[in-house]
């Protein structure tokens, strides 16, 4: 097994998220992956980068092996470029495009969690301890 090279922090009860997760974990057979269930009860944001609960269900992060914190479109550009498939994001960092796929992402963090019959955020919140939030 090879080093890790990005810490995906995901939602774990998300159907989606689960999908995406469960292809790159089949694509990952070097290992470079680590991935980190947020929704999970053990999920401590000191742990990772001090992304708090909130800001990790807001929108996507990840956590590069030099400490850097990655967010939105760029964690799946890394994540599929260590997967052997960096051509798949590729069009997102082409200058009109790119900024397009910026925008229809921050579309989807925010309306995420009612497209995929979860909680809204502050609900989820309430469920956890008050100071991961």
């Known amino acids: 097994m090879s080093e890790i090279k990005l810490t995906f922090l995901f939602d774990g009860k998300c159907p989606i998220c689960q999908r995406e997760v469960s292809f ?19 999920y401590k944001a000191d ?14 992060h990840a956590i590069k092996a030099s400490g850097e914190i990655i967010k939105d479109v ?8 260590l997967v052997g498939l960096s051509w798949v994001y590729a069009p997102t960092t082409w200058p009109i495009l790119g900024s397009l796929i910026d925008v229809l992402y921050k579309f989807w963090a925010r309306l995420r969690l009612p497209l995929t019959r979860r909680p809204s955020l502050e609900q989820l919140c309430d469920r956890r301890d008050p100071d991961s939030c």
């Open 24 to 42: 790159l974990r089949s694509r990952d057979a070097l290992g470079k992956i680590a991935f980190v269930d947020i929704d999970s009860s053990d």
């Open 47 to 60: 742990r990772y980068g001090g992304i708090s609960y909130r800001e990790a269900m807001g929108r996507i």
């Open 74 to 81: 760029q964690v799946f550009r890394e994540a599929y470029a």
